[in-house]
């Protein structure tokens, strides 16, 4: 065969290629144009063009054999082998990580510990001295939001002035980490990887009532220290632990924070696959901060990772199915126990009443025909359809194909209320109506909530009937290419099992000492969050397009000592917390602005605007709102009209009923984020739209966000607590407003502000004096002996003060 200077009766000439390039790809099938033409991929004419084409067994064949290296007897194939971008002996990321010793330096006083020695002798190479240590206040409220993402009180403020001990920092640090609130601020910067929302995003965009209990886990494991290796293995694979518990279990929801599209007429392989390609994409980024999910399509263009290499990593994912399971709180499963029965029996009185169990059989037995024929019976299809999309939890399909002896309870009334709700659609409204399910279903829910129930989780389970997976060519979910099995990336160093690898094994391998990324990528991530940038600047990216670390030595110091401190996620905070580098004052000096502007050498420490969430937290604790309960469902606080109907087919106001009671006024951290329609306030200031996994928050700053800060209703109330605040615990004004400064600011004002807000005080007071209307509006009592027109007036400085740069800013 010829055709276009191409020949496939010799070796040489075939593997060469013809006028437009080489059709064999050895190793390569995905990419080879042989296998895309004689396979009828878009784009590719079909081969051979007339006649009967190749079978999938004989295209199986070709794409094997170039797989396997395309081997030609007689043929020189040295030039042929289509190299990598990288190479993995080159990389520095890739190499062991090396036990460094802390260079000595003249300055040996400003050296707390090892970090110090690593920063001084780089500031001292370029000349530069570093900054001096930031004043006590200063120092405090640093602390406090860094490891808590809550300000001092002044009652903090003042023990920590008052302490004269050598140790007066270290004693605040300890404090700190012992913190319940410690793992509510470091579990957020965890579920920005994690990609956690309240709801399933896509166009329906459904609330997920209990994605709230992985949240918990995550806030319970760093409240405990959970190592990080252990914190590692059970989210990727506690399900397949030994005596794996229901805690291990509910780990594994980190892969459940995926979309879920139950859109009709959508392709339940595509979104499987879909799905399956963001869990191994994600795990790559999170944990080894590698973009794995370039090379689903073709080699990745600069790392040494190719498309196998990918599905290898897929495979780990392909056979996992998702679990809703019983997972009861503390506390709730005793009163379950003691009423269930009379629950139970109570329901059954009702679905015998409306006929349900004999048409449910009739229900499930032609829902199974209709899978087994599908295009016979349409209005069946469509039935299967929203079992397989609609039932709760998603495992509708597994459900409704196991047999009824062998379902869980859970399982059988998941299934009884599917079927309830959605009847219709398989005989029609009319029919649905004469069977009065309507009125069931709210029977049924009323009977729910007047009885104990366990909470439940959203899990991760392996497949019983796991089926072989595949390269997919050119990353289409249709096109199968070689048969892969679970492997991880070949640039770096394998696990000493090499056959039959599961879930489990791979994440063991993640926290292995062989593997050099894990723990430096932990470590440079902790860093970050601590000083606004890492040690690599790309934190998702340590491959070759990513950043180099502006201190080698000092990254691996901190990643040989997060694994020998047992992978304490607290240890490695606690060192860099007490270092100099860390105490030093962000204070702009102008000889930086030139030398280090990105203050990438660390002479001096940088200031950052507090995320979304901390902003909100900040003015509900300065105005003693806050509610510091820990964990538990999502909230609904205030929100301004008409967000809730950007959502597709949503009402105004429909599925945001506001919170109420002290738990409207919880940390940031537990309001419901909608995938659709996110809360205003967060996304305003930079939350992620948690859809793919983000391992750094950009800063912007912009005129919204002080019109935010202004007009949003939970600021407003923020600043009217602030003022009760403030007239009900000071009598003078200058008392009042140095009791502004020390809850808003942790400092008292100075002269110029001083009189600033005095006169800015004066000019409210009339105004509202003029319009007691507006005072009322906006203060509608009076309080501490004040009248309303003062509280009003009161609340404008307080609203000043919680405005401020300083007040959202961390120094």
Same mark, same amino acid.
């Given at each position: ?23 064999? %790809? ?120 860094? &490891? ?6 002044? !009652?903090?403020? @003042? ?40 709801? #399933?995003?896509?166009?329906?965009? +459904?609330?997920?009532? +209990? ?18 290796d252990d914190f590692t293995i059970k989210q990727i ?10 805690? @291990? ?24 696959f879909d799905n399956t390609v963001d869990r191994a ?11 794995? !999910? ?14 196998? #290499? ?43 009443? *409306? ?37 709760? !939890? ?25 079927? =309830? ?8 409204? %009319? ?69 039959? &690898?599961?879930?489990? #094994? ?32 790309? /934190?998702? @990216? ?72 901390? =902003? ?18 999502? =909230? ?31 940390? !940031? ?9 996110? *809360? ?9 739209? /948690?859809? $793919? ?20 209703? $939970? ?41 600033? &807000?005095?006169?800015? &005080? ?11 209307? @507006? ?28 405005n401020l740069d300083e007040f959202i800013t961390r120094?």
């Open positions: 065969m010829q055709m276009n200077g191409l020949r496939l009766d010799d070796g040489n000439a075939a593997l060469q290629g013809g006028a437009s390039g080489p059709v064999i %790809k050895p190793g390569h099938s995905a990419d080879s144009p042989l296998v895309l033409r004689v396979s009828g991929a878009p784009g590719f004419g079909q081969m051979p063009p007339s006649g009967a084409k190749l079978t999938s067994e004989q295209i199986g064949l070709i794409r094997a054999w170039i797989d396997q290296g395309a081997l030609w007897p007689g043929v020189d194939r040295t030039h042929l082998t289509q190299p990598l971008p990288a190479q993995a002996g080159s990389h520095w990321a890739f190499q062991p990580i090396r036990q460094q010793a802390p260079p000595r330096v003249p300055d040996a006083a400003r050296v707390h510990n090892p970090i110090d020695a690593f920063v001084l002798a780089r500031l001292e190479r370029e000349n530069i001295k570093p900054s001096p240590e930031a004043p006590r206040p200063v120092l405090l409220r640093r602390l406090s939001l860094d &490891l808590t993402g809550l300000p001092p009180t002044p !009652g903090e403020i @003042d023990a920590f002035a008052a302490d004269t001990r050598p140790d007066a920092y270290e004693r605040q640090v300890e404090r700190l980490l012992a913190s319940p609130h410690f793992g509510e601020k470091w579990a957020r910067e965890w579920l920005d990887k994690a990609r956690y929302a309240d709801s #399933d995003g896509y166009e329906k965009d +459904w609330f997920r009532p +209990w994605a709230w209990r992985y949240r918990d886990w995550v806030i319970d494991a760093i409240n405990a220290d959970m190592p990080f694979a506690g399900n397949l632990l030994p005596d794996a518990t229901s805690a @291990d279990r509910i780990a594994t929801g980190f892969n459940r924070n995926t979309l879920t599209n139950r859109e009709g007429g959508v392709d339940n392989a595509q979104f499987r994409g994600t795990v790559g980024v999170v944990w080894l901060g590698m973009s794995l !999910g370039c090379a689903q399509c073709h080699n990745h263009k600069y790392d040494p990772i190719p498309q196998k #290499d990918f599905y290898s990593m897929f495979a780990f994912f392909d056979n996992v199915e998702e679990a809703d399971i019983d997972a009861p709180r503390p506390g709730e499963l005793g009163p379950y126990l003691r009423r269930h029965r009379e629950y139970d029996q109570k329901r059954q009185v009702l679905l015998t009443e *409306y006929h349900v169990p004999e048409l449910q059989a009739a229900w499930e037995q032609r829902i199974r025909q209709a899978n087994a024929e599908p295009g016979k019976y349409t209005d069946w299809d469509l039935a299967w359809d929203v079992v397989k999309k609609l039932t709760e !939890g998603g495992d509708g399909e597994k459900i409704l194909l196991t047999a009824d002896e062998k379902r869980t309870p859970r399982e059988r009334e998941v299934l009884t209320e599917h079927f =309830i709700r959605n009847y219709f659609f398989a005989v029609g409204k %009319k029919k649905a109506d004469e069977a009065k399910f309507e009125e069931l279903d709210k029977k049924l829910k009323a009977l729910k909530t007047e009885y104990p129930q366990l909470s439940q989780a959203m899990t991760m389970a392996e497949s019983p009937n796991p089926h072989p997976s595949y390269l997919r060519v050119h990353g289409d979910y249709r096109v199968d290419g070689v048969q892969v099995t679970p492997a991880v990336p070949s640039v770096l160093p394998q696990p000493s099992k090499k056959d039959h &690898l599961t879930r489990l #094994d791979l994440a063991n391998w993640m926290v292995s000492r062989d593997n050099p990324l894990t723990a430096r990528v932990a470590v440079n991530r902790i860093w970050q969050e601590l000083f606004g940038q890492g040690i690599v600047k790309s /934190s998702d @990216d340590f491959g070759t397009r990513g950043d180099r670390p502006s201190h080698p030595e000092l990254l691996d110091w901190l990643a040989a000592d997060f694994r020998d401190h047992g992978w304490s996620r607290k240890q490695t905070i606690r060192e860099i917390v007490l270092s100099a580098t860390y105490r030093q004052s962000s204070s702009a000096r102008p000889e930086l602005e030139s030398n280090d502007p990105a203050n990438t050498l660390l002479a001096r420490q940088s200031r950052l605007r507090l995320p979304a969430e901390l =902003i909100r937290d900040s003015t509900l604790a300065v105005s003693g709102l806050l509610d510091t309960d820990i964990g538990g469902p999502s =909230i609904r606080p205030p929100q301004p009209a008409g967000v809730t109907e950007l959502g597709y087919g949503k009402k105004a106001g429909a599925g945001w009923d506001e919170t109420t009671g002290a738990a409207r006024y919880r940390r !940031g951290l537990y309001i419901q984020f909608q995938r659709s329609t996110p *809360y205003p306030q967060l996304v305003n200031f930079d939350a992620p739209r /948690s859809d $793919v996994p983000l391992c750094k928050r950009e800063r912007s700053n912009t005129s919204l966000q002080a019109l935010n800060l202004l007009n949003d209703p $939970v600021f407003v109330e923020g600043a009217v607590a602030l003022a009760y605040r403030i007239v009900t615990d000071a009598q003078t004004p200058a008392d009042r407003l140095r009791l502004g400064f020390r809850l808003a600011l942790g400092r008292q004002p100075d002269e110029k502000e001083t009189r600033a &807000l005095q006169s800015y &005080l004066q000019q409210q007071s009339r105004i509202f004096a003029e319009h007691p209307q @507006d005072a009322a509006m906006l203060a509608p009592f009076a309080a501490g002996g004040s009248s309303q027109i003062e509280l009003a007036a009161w609340t404008g400085v307080a609203s000043v003060l919680m120094e």
